[in-house]
């Protein structure tokens, strides 16, 4: 299988000599779902904007989808979802949505397909202001959704988000896995991480284990992915 | 760069505003009705304010606008929505000039509502006309636009952005020849005016005033007016870095 994403030796040092990631190499194999887990201020945040060439690397390298993080080409093929909620409060969801279609050159079928997969079709007239935060978080998701990017980063996509409608995005993530598309989904919570077709657990800017669940599970003779994540957090230490 | 996008993003600022009607309110009725309340401070002196009103001219929309872009920018670069665009295929440019045309817009409504009121309605006579009265408060706000934009990526939070206008703004309005003819100030605030934007913004409007025809001194003032929006848009498109 072709590498997404090929990872090697990267530290971020961001600013105040900060060290965000040490030495991290990994490759990452196209069309599956990998989940960056860890506790917040592990350094997934930093990873993740790494992968989409918004933060500058200090050392090693990072390879998407063939070219180098950041490269011009990769801008139509990158879906990003930030942390924040990242749309604009003062406009309604569709026309947050028409905005950044048109800015990747999209039309008015792709709004009306992610309204639809994020089940925001009922409130899509509304103001982004007056949302809750959980559908600020799926109109966010909306966004990175828009024209089927062939990689979809996505910064802790589920925050807020009821249980039922969780395991539905979680059913539309595994959709477009199914359908080629490569995903990186960051949480910090334990029970989406069984979901994952592989992990990467990362701690302390390190990147500490990689696998998939039944391995991560199996090597720490654990039940869950939690309890496996604390043993190697002990083991990392 | 692409003309689609550029018109996209103007077009998408300008729907954030009309959405918030009580800012289109604030920024359509607060110039006018401080030269409205000027007048009636300068009612036993009406020469007095005949010359100073066209000044306002050039510096309320400057401050108004420079505001309004630095929180608007601002709020860009902090909320994530910078960070989704400049992962897009979307061109800085694009971004810039979106910003700049909604503002220019907005300006020159603004602008002209002003003049209406001070040169209709509270019949300010400037002897260059109407035409380059609003011509010189247009560009006195793209100017704020300009600065504003630049000066946003100074600014870590809101509350930052709103003091640079007392730190940069207000010292240009003491030395740009609005409370003394700038011949009578010290001399090293002489060449600090020199160089300073509003100096150029506030004399265009002194030039209309006091001048039937357009001088060439006029023409001078309005395009290093221009020059500064320009170089500001300039440098504040190298502010907005794809990585960080």
Redesign the interface.
């Known amino acids: 299988m072709q590498s997404a994403i090929n990872i090697k030796n990267l530290s971020v040092i961001l600013g105040k000599g900060f060290t965000a990631l040490k030495n991290v190499s990994v490759e990452l194999p196209q069309g599956q779902v990998i989940g960056f887990i860890g506790p917040s201020g592990a350094g997934k945040t930093t990873l993740i904007r790494s992968i989409v060439g918004r933060q500058s690397i200090s050392q090693g390298s990072i390879e998407v989808l063939g070219m180098p993080a950041g490269a011009t080409k990769l801008r139509s093929k990158i879906g990003y979802m930030p942390q924040s909620p990242a749309a604009y409060l003062d406009l309604t969801i569709r026309q947050n949505l028409h905005y950044f279609a048109k800015m990747r050159g999209l039309d008015k079928t792709d709004v009306e397909t992610v309204i639809k997969e994020t089940h925001l079709s009922k409130q899509a007239g509304q103001l982004v202001s007056s949302l809750s935060g959980g559908q600020k978080s799926r109109v966010s998701l909306a966004i990175a959704l828009l024209g089927r990017p062939e990689l979809l980063v996505l910064d802790e996509p589920t925050v807020g988000v009821d249980p039922v409608l969780r395991r539905q995005l979680w059913q539309l993530f595994r959709e477009l896995a199914d359908k080629g598309s490569t995903l990186i989904v960051s949480s910090h919570v334990m029970d989406e991480a069984g979901r994952c077709d592989s992990l990467l657990l990362i701690r302390d800017g390190e990147l500490i284990a990689h696998g998939t669940p039944a391995e991560l599970k199996q090597q720490t003779d654990t039940k869950s992915v939690e309890d496996s994540f604390l043993v190697l957090v002990e083991k990392s230490k | 760069m692409s003309p ?2 550029t018109i ?2 103007a077009a ?1 600022v300008i ?2 505003l009309t ?2 009607p009580r800012s289109l309110a604030l920024l359509f009725i607060v110039p006018p009705t401080l030269i409205t309340i000027l007048k009636y401070v300068f009612q036993d002196a009406t020469m007095t304010f005949d010359h100073i009103a066209p000044m306002l001219l050039g510096i309320f929309p400057l401050v108004m606008m420079f505001l309004i872009t630095s929180i608007a920018t601002l709020r860009e670069r902090t ?3 910078l ?8 061109s800085k440019i ?1 971004f810039i000039f979106g910003y700049a045309i909604a503002f220019l817009l907005v300006a020159l409504i603004q602008a002209s509502i002003t003049s209406f009121v001070m040169l209709g309605l509270l019949q300010v006579t400037v002897l260059g006309g109407t035409l380059p009265a609003l011509v010189s408060a247009v560009l006195a706000a793209f100017l704020g636009t300009a600065i504003g934009l630049f000066m946003s990526a100074f600014a870590n939070s809101e509350f930052q952005a709103i003091q640079f206008m007392p730190a940069f703004i207000f010292p240009q309005l003491l030395v740009c020849g609005l409370f003394v003819a700038r011949e009578q100030m010290a001399k090293p605030l002489q060449w600090f005016s020199d160089v300073m934007p509003l100096t150029y913004s506030v004399d265009a409007m002194k030039q209309v005033t006091f001048h039937s025809t357009w001088s060439g001194t006029l023409t001078r003032d309005l395009a290093v007016v221009l020059s500064f929006a320009i170089a500001a848009l300039v440098l504040g498109a190298l502010t907005i870095r ?3």
């Open positions: 689609v996008k996209s993003t998408r729907r954030q959405h918030d909320s994530g929505t960070d989704r665009l400049m992962v897009s295929p979307m694009d794809r990585q960080e």
